[in-house]
């Protein structure tokens, strides 16, 4: 058991190992002169200078390397070029928004998600089954963006149920004003994930629904109710928790573009105004920053095999 | 072990004699699936239009100062943009740009990464390198690493593609190698290593006809999800230059009057979400008919 | 106990005139068809068949767990002490399934669900059909865990099924069957993914659980040593229909029907036939000190290590068939995988020619290949369903030199020796039945001119009149080519017929080996004697002509 958790915990090295190179080798091997790249058009040669200095693309490439993951490994992401403020701080100026979107959104995808794959599973072939099956591959087909403004132009410019954009924070606006700013991006956001996940909850519950223990537990005269949740679901569920882990990527990428339509001031809005400004070091950090959240979760997610599936114990 | 094969009444009812997917023809199999049928053939309208369309409506360069911002009219049936030119040209212009996205990105993907499952899955010394590297690269939220990518190089048609081409890639790898890694077990590919078959013939013969299901299927998820990277891409100001309309572009300019303008936004929308819904619809259709159990996993 | 029925002497399960339709499209019309049968208390009647009979769609429809859309009964009854439950609503069935009658199934492994504790299975039984309180639940669970003999029954309560055997598996199905004590029992299969030492202590405890409780026990079977050891009654089916049904001793003795009769005479006996003496022959293969480990240690000392074959040694001559008898886990797999180079060998010599195989690499291996072939045990995966029947079996001559035009002679010369029309040639293994395809499969073996032929439980996945015919086709083209076999099974009665020689092995290592008919007649290793008296039907009428 202790082993199994090492073994996951160390398994990670590598991967993170992976996404820090990457990421490194990025900048560095981009054709052409990258301090020329983010200066932009109209740098003089002497901001290039400036900016070649402030990166360290003087030095041989192995010493930025090692100077690179140095101050990596003691928690620093690198300053900004056009703020001078250190990474690690724009991001936690920014992270509340985000979190509390991402949050909101896993938790609605789940709530919705697992119970319409689990049912649509059991009476496969159903109309419900056709619908949930339907609703799935539209959610993959429509843009985030787009749906933001079918969203909008409906709830919040027709109806006028909802403001049309922002954020208020809980904290400071209290918990009413936030739930009905964030209820349209969360909505946004869920619809891919909801597809996702109901997806994948149909087809491992019946993959599940044609095992032998759940004839077994019929020939017992357990009602289908409970067959359904105390043991297909039971057993469906390491590929269902997987999936969620899988799609943290997708949702990174989907605040990115919520946040741009919503106008949250989050991480997301954070990497485009610093793709705008070519701030390189924000990107940068917010890339590794971004990975290591999901190679964390996708750890812990591993680690809950352990409760989910005792064969899982090392 | 022994194994009575008729313990299961499914698995009776299928060992009684039902017409197998090999005595029909496939082709025919395939399109008799009504996802295939139906979204193939929206596919191959919307091949149609792009290939066709632009001969038959305005240009959608042309600029139209006197006439911008106008409502869908018998003259502009998408309305105009803010510049006047007319958004239907220009949604038709933008469907080339999307297909030919999705198709590139899909090829280059699946050839990418088919050789280095290949790889990952029979050579050993080989395997645990690329699977961390895959790994690593799954790490990298896709967006994240296809803006930061263009930003760096430059944003051209070819970079947005490489671009989306890259985080599409482990996905493709993990599939080939793990369709390697359970067919290489098969006792038929033990027989014909037994009589002396080379490897390159094994993985030839053997091996690589097995993969071909599973990735068609894979390429038409990974064409629709290219496209729709594609129009986030330049929705988000990170893609195609500007003054290429691809849908992402169009609406991307629209942004900024949807309230009082929001066809800009919405016709384009709803050409991209049809045309990636009839791809989907088509790998569904596909993954029931040609493989349903490996593609599952995935 | 509110089993009226066992004084009354009504039948504890009566099925009359059950026809139960199969889907549109399948090559007949109903699965089974005007079946009559029943199940006195405290009788034990099995059915008994080949693939296809029908035997457990019987036993299903029964039990109400057929999906009713594909297998719909049409017409007939089954009476469960009397009362006609065919066309109960599904909660009526609920209610009798657990506790009038219950199930036990073939694979033990994937009949418990695998995230649930053995002892909550069991309690879910009482949980269902009892108003007792969870204290109650688990003195009647751990009582029933007594019952079936499971070792440290409070251990167990909180075991996970993969950290029993097979066999413990099996007696917690057996065990969850019968906490209620219901007045039927139907057992699918329950032994035939169980070892035979294992299968044998099943047997024994099902026979006296329902010999304590009176049960009455409906058991499905393909094996007529099982049923020679446990059967009251008999019925016969074939391709859906009952043909012939009566006393156990007298269908075995005296069967009516030719198809019976015929069944009866396919079983091999386990008395060895006399064997010509063989003279000085030729070694073919030899094989010294085979080691084969798998795993390695961990990193953090953790790693697991499995002995899977220990100091092999054997030598097999031209003309001969040695087999290699054991259980699961016994090594013999492992031994063929090697020789054949399948897995490369942790040490030891495998010599043929006077080359030692396992000393030659990848590429210097392959000219000796074609010395060796193999036959596997599944003939469902052994061709390439995407190429010909001929394309399979011209692949390995062409590899060594043959045209196209020399490889697709001997093939057809081949067809012919295994009993096939050489047209088939050019149809795909889909369109074969399995004992065809494991015809094919040693028409593949044999284009390569081997010396040695494995055959690894070839005829193990096939029905019992398939296997009599493709055993007559080994031991004919062994005599024709004079190959040396190297028979792998699990099966003592197959190998006594086809053997000249036995070799027993038990984890990893070879315990005895021997002439066939000595080994059989005076076992001089303990293990090999506990095999021997664990076959099914061995003090049987079965082995009386």
Known sequence: MLRYVLMRILATVPVMGVVAVFVFLMLRLAPGDPAAVIAGDYATAEDVARIREQLGLNQPIPVQFAKWIGALLQGDLGTSIFTNLPVTTLIAQRLEPTLLLALSTITFAVVVAVPLGTIAAWRAGSLLDRFVMLFSVAGFSVPVFVLGYILIYVLAMGLQWLPVQGYKSPFEDGVLAFLRHIALPTMTLSVIFIALIARMTRASVMEVLEEDYIRTARAKGQNELRVLLRHALRNAAVPIVTVIGIGIALLIGGVVVTESVYNIPGLGRLVLDAVLARDYPIIQGLILFFSFVYILINLLIDLSYTLLDPRIRY | MATGRDTDPAALSADAKLPTRQEASLASLVLANRGVFWGGALLLVMVAIAVLGPLFTSDPMALNPIKRLKPPTGEFLFGTDFLGRDVFARVIYGARISLAVGLAVALIAISVGLVMGMIAGYVRALDAVIMRVMDGLMAIPGILLAIALISLSGATLATVIVAIVIPEIPRVVRLVRSVVLTVREEPYVEAAIAAGTRLPQILLRHILPNTIAPLIVQATYISGSAMLTESILGFLGAGIPPEIPSWGNIMSEGRTYFQISPWIIFFPGIALAFTVLAVNIVGDGLRDTLDPRIARKM | ?545
């Not at chain 3, 199940?39 to 059915?47: H, N, P, R, S, T």
């Not at chain 3, 909550?120 to 108003?131: F, R």
């Not at chain 3, 290699?324 to 010599?351: H, N, P, Q, Y």
């Not at chain 3, 995966?381 to 001559?397: D, F, Y």
Request: with cysteine.
């Open chain 3, 1 to 545: 106990m509110s089993h009226d029925s066992r004084a009354a002497g009504v039948p504890v399960l009566e099925i009359r005139g059950l026809t139960v339709t199969l889907p549109e499209g399948a090559d007949r019309k109903y699965a089974i068809e005007e079946v009559s049968l029943s199940v006195g208390a405290g009788e034990i009647v099995c059915i008994v068949g080949e693939s296809g009979s029908g035997k457990s769609v019987t036993a299903f429809t029964v039990m109400g767990l057929t999906p009713r859309k594909e297998l719909k009964p049409v017409a007939g009854e089954i009476r469960l002490h009397g009362r006609d439950i065919l066309n109960l609503p599904e909660r009526e069935m609920r209610r009798l399934r657990g506790e009038k009658m219950a199930m036990i199934f073939q694979e033990p492994m994937t009949a418990l669900s695998p995230v649930m504790k053995v002892g909550d299975q069991i309690a879910e039984v009482l949980e269902i059909h009892t108003e007792l309180g969870p204290r109650e639940r688990r003195e009647r669970v751990l009582e029933a865990m007594r019952d079936v003999n499971l070792p440290e029954p409070e251990r167990l309560y909180h075991s996970y099924p993969h950290q029993l055997s097979g066999g413990q598996r099996q007696r917690v199905m057996i065990a969850m069957a019968l906490v209620l004590d219901p007045g039927l029992l139907i057992a699918d299969e329950p032994t035939t993914a169980l070892d035979v030492t294992t299968q044998a202590q099943i047997l024994e405890l099902v026979k006296s659980i329902q010999r304590r409780h009176g049960t009455g026990v409906l058991f499905i079977t393909h094996d007529f040593g099982v049923v020679a050891e446990i059967a009251h009654r008999v019925v016969v089916m074939r391709e859906g229909r009952v043909v012939e049904q009566g006393p156990a001793a007298e269908v075995l003795t005296r069967p009516e029907h030719p198809y019976t009769r015929m069944l009866i005479g396919s079983v091999p006996s386990l008395t060895p036939p006399e064997r010509p003496a063989r003279g000085e022959a030729e070694t073919a293969l030899e094989v010294r000190r085979l080691n084969k480990v798998y795993g390695h240690a961990g990193w953090f000392g953790g790693g697991r290590v499995v002995h899977a074959a220990k100091d092999v040694d054997l030598t097999l001559c031209r003309g001969e068939t040695l087999g290699v008898v054991g259980e699961s886990g016994s090594g013999k797999s492992t031994v063929a995988r090697c020789i054949v180079r399948l897995v490369d060998i942790t040490s030891g010599e495998i010599l043929i020619d006077g080359v030692d195989l396992a000393k030659l690499r990848q590429g210097e291996l392959r000219p000796h290949r074609r010395h060796i072939q193999i036959v596997f045990q599944d003939p469902y995966r052994s061709l390439n369903p995407r190429r010909t029947v001929g394309q399979s079996i011209i692949e390995g001559p062409m590899n060594f030199g043959l045209s196209r035009e020399e490889a697709l002679e001997r093939a057809r010369e081949l067809m012919r020796v295994v009993g096939l029309a050489p047209e088939a040639l050019d149809r795909f293994p889909h369109q074969f039945s399995g004992g065809q395809r494991q015809r094919i499969c040693i028409a593949r073996a044999l284009a390569m001119e081997p010396r040695v032929l494995i055959a690894d439980e070839a005829v193990s996945a096939l029905d019992v009149s398939v296997q009599a015919q493709v055993l007559d086709l080994l031991d004919e083209v062994r005599r024709r080519f004079d190959l040396a076999v190297l028979f792998i099974t699990h099966d003592l009665r197959v190998a006594a017929q086809i053997c000249d020689r036995i070799m027993v092995m038990w984890h990893g290592r070879v315990v005895e080996q021997g002439p066939t008919a000595r080994v059989f007649r005076e076992p001089s290793h303990d293990y090999t004697r506990r095999l021997l008296a664990a076959a099914p039907g061995r003090d049987s009428f079965l082995e009386a002509g």
